[in-house]
T-cell receptor
Framework: AQKITQTQPGMFVQEKEAVTLDCTYD???????LFWYKQPSSGEMIFLIY??????QNATEGRYSLNFQKARKSANLVISASQLGDSAMYFC?????????????FGKGTTLSVSS | DAGVTQSPTHLIKTRGQHVTLRCSPI?????VSWYQQVLGQGPQFIFQ???????GRGNFPDRFSARQFPNYSSELNVNALLLGDSALYLC????????????FGPGTRLLVL
């Protein structure tokens, strides 16, 4: 069965520092997508970055990059130059077309706290 | 362009009651998915609809039902509410149903007393 594991309940970083949020996944499907979402205390899930299983290069979106290591089944999110506004819960998710309804499977999340 | 909208934003119900949550997708998106997020957990998939047809159902009891309308908006219905149904209900839309990025609305916070 497909599964997403986020082992870091909380991470603490100072402004302007880089931080890596860990994510490992388990699937037997050859075609899948990996996503990272940010959820502030307001509750809305904000899409950050996407990586397809066949993509050769790591995805980047501004200060966000996804360190995709397919053989290790890991998809870590790297946030460069952290800002106070980055403080939030971060979720790693996977979508697989072979799964019923191509739903997103989420990990338990990592709380990121950025201090000045 | 407007993002995904959901109504109401907050709701308080008592056990045994029925609730209807509503979602309007991003313009041009034909797929809507519903997720339940209880406190301290990641969202759990409930339903996906594409072109008005159910494309997937998560591991939720039959008390949960949904539908999608011709304008691609969607309703989630929950009957015979239980205390455990208290959660944030998130709606997400995407253009298609396969490996497309899902964009989420602000959610509806449901409290069952």
């Amino acid at each position: 069965a497909q599964k997403i594991t986020q082992t870091q309940p909380g991470m603490f970083v100072q402004e302007k520092e880089a931080v890596t949020l860990d994510c490992t996944y388990d699937t037997s499907d050859p075609s899948y997508g990996l996503f990272w979402y940010k959820q502030p205390s307001s509750g809305e899930m904000i899409f950050l970055i996407y990586q397809g299983s066949y993509d050769q290069q790591n995805a980047t979106e501004g200060r966000y990059s996804l360190n995709f290591q397919k053989a290790r089944k890991s998809a870590n999110l790297v946030i460069s130059a952290s800002q106070l506004g980055d403080s939030a819960m971060y979720f790693c998710a996977m979508s697989s077309p072979n799964q019923a309804g191509t739903a997103l499977i989420f990990g338990k999340g990592t709380t990121l706290s950025v201090s000045s | 362009d407007a993002g995904v909208t959901q109504s109401p934003t907050h709701l308080i119900k008592t056990r045994g009651q029925h609730v209807t949550l509503r979602c309007s997708p991003i313009s041009g998106h034909k797929s809507v998915s519903w997720y339940q997020q209880v406190l301290g957990q990641g969202p759990q998939f409930i339903f996906q609809y594409y072109e008005k047809e159910e494309r997937g159902r998560g591991n939720f009891p039959d008390r949960f039902s949904a539908r999608q309308f011709p304008n691609y908006s969607s309703e989630l219905n929950v009957n015979a509410l239980l205390l455990g149904d208290s959660a944030l209900y998130l709606c997400a839309s995407s253009f298609a149903s396969i490996l497309e990025t899902q964009y989420f609305g602000p959610g509806t916070r449901l409290l069952v007393l």
